[in-house]
């Protein structure tokens, strides 16, 4: 199982769209849009658990495309400097 960060996500994404743009490359496990907790929209990014080689095609297919004038940065997630994981 592999957790991808996809960033810079337009704010209007809602989950389905953001789901469905993975599923296009494999079954996704679950999928995390992260969202602000008074207005509800979408903060820009996103996190995806896909297995390993589903997701090496998502990110491929994905990073550097264009949403809604909005070029996704789509990559395999990295542990924050301090070592503690992203939530």
Known sequence: MQRIYAGNLPADLTEKEFTD????????????LVRDLFSGQCRGFGFVEMEGHEARAAIIALNGRTLRGNCL???EERPQRNGKKRR
Do not use: I, K, P
Not at 21 to 32: N, P, Q, T, Y
């Open 21 to 32: 743009m993975f599923a296009e490359h494999g079954r996704v496990r679950s999928a995390d």
């Open 73 to 75: 940065r789509v990559n």
